[in-house]
């Protein structure tokens, strides 16, 4: 069983930046990936940011360039830098990770205001 706790959403005016931090209960170097979801109101959940055990890293397009999805394996803990966010980019980000099994995370909740 692996346990994921989302940290570091909030509220935040367009242009503006967050990190969102996934810390993992077991070894992060173990999963076969690591990703980020989110889910707006309304909406399906859809894949942000993935980032496998090799290193490679897989971006919806309608973040690349303005996202990076990141690890510290000392700290079993994956990040998601936000960078020039758009109020369509608000939602409940959930951290995701894959071992033979999906985990999921509780969500943390990104507002971008206009």
């Known amino acids: 069983q692996v346990t994921l706790v989302e940290s570091g959403g909030g509220l935040v005016q367009a242009g503006g930046s967050l990190r969102l931090s996934c810390a993992a209960s077991?070894?992060?170097?173990?999963?076969?990936?690591m990703a980020w979801y989110r889910q707006a109101p309304g909406k399906q959940r859809e894949l942000v940011a993935q980032l496998t055990s090799g290193g490679s890293t897989n971006y919806a397009d309608s973040v690349k360039g303005r996202f990076t999805i990141s690890r510290d394996n000392a700290k079993n803990t994956v990040y998601l830098q936000m960078n020039s966010l758009k109020p369509e980019d608000t939602a409940v980000y959930y951290c995701n990770a894959f071992l033979g099994y999906n985990y999921w995370g509780q969500g943390t909740q990104v507002t971008v205001s206009s």
């Open positions: 077991e070894s992060i170097f173990r999963m076969y990936y």
